[in-house]
């Protein structure tokens, strides 16, 4: 990941409301990230196979997953939980970094590139936490309205199967 696909990645594809995970900037950005680490993974030794390389893919896949999942949630505070989760696992890759750096997988300068962009996520999976913590501040903590009330008034009993007899 360079800094060119970063900033392609970052920029909104349009503007107005989110209406999925996937217009979600931080979402995109670390969708990025993910991919990059999974290179990492792909470049380790043999012997990392099932070490290294499966927590780097575990890591990288909770990162965009938590996103995904806490967008598909009705409460600021579910939201919050699952990306405070996603800066988590962003945490892991960025010390499976200090890993090849210190087993000398990767050259120092590919590693500081890799770890330059993982604090741009950071940097977005803040802000984005922050906005939730405001939204839910200021509208309580349901984020869509609640489903419509049945209307008590209506008659169901025709449908009951113990009527059927």
């Known amino acids: 990941m360079n800094r060119e696909s970063l900033h392609r990645e ?6 107005g409301h989110v209406s999925t995970f996937e217009d979600l900037e931080v979402y995109r950005v670390a969708r990025e990230f993910r991919r990059a680490m999974y290179g990492v993974a792909k470049r380790l030794p043999e012997i990392e196979k099932f070490g290294l390389a499966n927590q780097i893919r575990r890591a990288a896949v909770s990162l965009t997953s938590n996103i995904a999942e806490g967008h598909g949630r009705y409460h600021y505070l579910d939201q919050i939980r699952f990306t405070l989760h996603s800066r988590g696992s962003l945490e892991e890759l960025l010390d ?3 890993v090849c750096e210190d087993e000398q997988y990767l050259l120092g300068q590919k590693i500081g590139s890799l770890k330059e962009d993982g604090w741009r996520v950071r940097q977005l999976l803040d802000g984005y936490i922050r906005y939730l913590r405001q939204q839910s501040a200021d509208s309580g903590s349901v984020v869509r309205e609640d489903s419509p009330a049945y209307d008590e008034d209506i008659d169901d009993s025709r449908f009951s199967i113990y009527d059927s007899q």
């Not at 970052?10 to 503007?15: D, F, L, M, Y």
């Open 10 to 15: 970052s920029t909104p594809k349009h503007t």
């Open 96 to 98: 499976d970094l200090n």
